[in-house]
């Protein structure tokens, strides 16, 4: 069983549709982040988070610690914001999950 | 403002050549990590570095070879490329324990 679970695996959705993607973990972390990867590669830190909620624009990261869950929103999703959506537990070395990929539709 | 760079960003070889893939970044960030990333595992760690002359062992390590003599530079060799070391291999970097990683934009390997 991978340390880090991610759902779902693909997501296709509407412009303006409110986005969830979910990741649960099995292991005691000091951090999780969320990262994207946009197609052609590029990996971005999107949020660093090891208690409570992070908010950046559009973008929303929550961590619940004793359930071992956290979840990023997207709110208003635009077609820019289709891309493999990664979340990792660990201070330093990290650990990954698989990846979700979103894919928005005008 | 360079950054992290990578070099090269693609790479054709055969199997059994000793091939390096070059990591720089121009923070003076203390970690260096290279990973691996593969359809079906998502990112696993090769090797990383705490600071220079510091090195050691990630999820997979088998196959590679790295060495960090200077702050920014983290070199990752394979000395004898086999088929399944064809993959995207990122290096990322950490000011330091608990800051966020920024990664270089990959290196395509293909062995033959």
């Known amino acids: 069983k991978n340390e880090v679970e991610q759902s779902p695996q693909n997501l296709t959705a509407q412009e303006g549709e409110f986005i969830t993607i979910n990741c649960s973990y099995s292991?005691?972390?000091?951090?999780l982040h969320w990262l994207q990867q946009h197609p052609g590669g590029g990996i971005v830190s999107l949020f660093m988070l090891s208690s409570g909620k992070k908010k950046h624009g559009r973008l929303i990261a929550t961590i619940n610690i004793q359930e071992k869950h956290s979840s990023l929103h997207i709110t208003a999703s635009h077609p820019r914001d289709s891309a493999v959506y990664i979340c990792?537990?660990?201070?330093?070395?990290?650990?990954f999950g698989t990846g979700t990929r979103l894919t928005i539709i005008p | 403002d360079a950054g992290i760079t990578q070099s090269p960003r693609y790479k054709i070889t055969e199997t059994g050549r000793q091939v390096t893939l070059m990591c720089h970044q121009t923070w003076s960030h203390s970690y260096m990590f290279w990973y691996r990333q593969d359809l079906g595992h998502g990112l696993r760690l090769i090797y990383y570095s705490a600071a220079a002359d510091i090195t050691d062992k990630g999820e997979v390590p088998d196959g590679y070879v790295v060495s960090r003599s200077k702050t920014e530079n983290f070199p990752l060799t394979l000395e004898s490329a086999t088929r399944s070391q064809t993959s995207v291999y990122f290096c990322?970097?950490?000011?330091?324990?608990?800051?966020?990683?920024?990664f270089g934009p990959g290196t395509r390997l293909t062995v033959t």
């Open positions: 292991v005691g972390i000091s951090a």
């Open positions: 990322a970097s950490i000011l330091d324990r608990g800051y966020e990683q920024y």
């Open positions: 990792a537990v660990g201070y330093e070395k990290l650990t």
